[in-house]
């Protein structure tokens, strides 16, 4: 799934419907009050001249609820989204988007932590995978992976650079690692290759391209110096599986 952003939930900005709670001279909401909303949501927290300033629940009708900071109506500060198929934002938000260090939950408890920009996974994050206990560490830009990461498992980790050629998978390219926790590596790298489909008409040619990893070298342990990947002409880009991304196969041996 991708992440679900608070903008697909609209707060009711209109200043009609039930409110009670403190006014400034003005008659405009000031201090502490709640309103109920035209739309069926409501709000119980802080106003200042007449807008959500300061701490806040704003609840909406459809069970999503945020708790937290406020300023001229919009989301800002530290605050917490709980959204309505069980995923949660807990973290930074400008402007109503989250922005800046947060953490989130995925409905299967995966989890994201690190920054964030424009409501996407943005900088340096970690990605950890619920079901078997392993983590992604590396760089996102705008919700994507970029240059090199880090794949850790139970008893190995993979160390090398990923390609964006699937939305919703974890995909190493080019020159990588194999770390494993006995003291060893194996240097290699990641290959597409074609792969005939058995399956297909006589005269139909169809192939299919795989991910095969070539084993070059065993070592020590070294320290890691990322490679660039010439085939991404830098770029090295990947996507994470909000479900769960795959793992980098397992290297032959």
Same mark, same amino acid.
């Given at each position: 799934?991708?992440? &679900?952003?608070?903008? =697909?939930?609209? !707060?009711?900005?209109?200043?009609? @419907?039930?409110? !009670?709670?403190?006014?400034?001279?003005?008659?405009?909401?000031?201090? %502490?009050?709640?309103?109920?909303?035209?739309?069926?949501?409501?709000?119980?927290?802080?106003?200042?001249? @007449?807008?959500?300033?300061?701490?806040?629940?704003?609840?909406?009708?459809?069970?999503?609820?945020?708790?937290?900071?406020?300023?001229?109506?919009? #989301?800002?500060?530290?605050?917490?989204?709980?959204? /309505?198929?069980?995923?949660?934002?807990?973290?930074?938000?400008? +402007?109503?988007?989250?922005? *800046?260090?947060?953490?989130?939950?995925?409905?299967?408890? =995966?989890?994201?932590?690190?920054?964030?920009?424009?409501?996407?996974?943005?900088?340096?994050?970690?990605?950890?995978?619920?079901?078997?206990?392993?983590?992604?560490?590396?760089?996102?830009?705008?919700? #994507?992976?970029?240059?090199?990461?880090?794949?850790?498992?139970? +008893?190995?980790?993979?160390?090398?650079?990923?390609?964006?050629?699937?939305?919703?998978?974890?995909?190493?390219? *080019?020159?990588? #690692?194999? &770390?494993?926790?006995?003291?060893?590596?194996?240097?290699?790298?990641?290959?597409?290759?074609?792969?005939?489909? *058995?399956?297909? !008409?006589?005269?139909?040619? %169809?192939?299919?391209?795989?991910?095969?990893?070539?084993?070059?070298?065993?070592?020590?342990?070294?320290?890691?110096?990322?490679?660039?990947?010439?085939?991404?002409?830098?770029?090295?880009?990947?996507?994470?599986? !909000?479900?769960?991304?795959?793992?980098?196969?397992? /290297?032959?041996?």
């Amino acid at each position: 799934m991708s992440d &679900v952003g608070s903008e =697909d939930f609209d !707060e009711d900005q209109s200043y009609l @419907g039930e409110y !009670e709670g403190d006014r400034n001279e003005a008659g405009e909401r000031h201090g %502490v009050g709640r309103a109920v909303l035209p739309n069926g949501d409501t709000y119980q927290g802080m106003y200042e001249n @007449g807008k959500r300033s300061g701490q806040g629940t704003y609840r909406f009708k459809n069970g999503a609820r945020y708790i937290g900071e406020y300023y001229q109506n919009l #989301k800002h500060g530290q605050g917490i989204f709980y959204y /309505p198929d069980g995923s949660k934002y807990e973290g930074s938000w400008v +402007n109503d988007q989250r922005q *800046g260090h947060g953490l989130y939950t995925y409905p299967n408890q =995966d989890t994201y932590e690190g920054e964030w920009l424009h409501h996407q996974r943005n900088g340096q994050g970690i990605y950890h995978y619920n079901d078997t206990g392993s983590r992604y560490m590396g760089t996102w830009v705008m919700g #994507k992976i970029e240059s090199a990461g880090e794949f850790i498992h139970l +008893n190995h980790r993979y160390q090398g650079n990923f390609l964006n050629n699937n939305p919703f998978v974890f995909q190493p390219s *080019g020159p990588g #690692k194999y &770390v494993f926790e006995i003291g060893c590596e194996q240097h290699g790298e990641y290959l597409q290759v074609d792969q005939d489909r *058995g399956d297909a !008409e006589e005269d139909e040619i %169809v192939s299919t391209m795989a991910l095969k990893w070539k084993p070059k070298a065993v070592t020590g342990l070294s320290l890691w110096t990322p490679a660039k990947d010439p085939s991404s002409d830098g770029e090295g880009l990947a996507s994470a599986d !909000e479900k769960g991304g795959s793992k980098p196969p397992t /290297p032959e041996t």
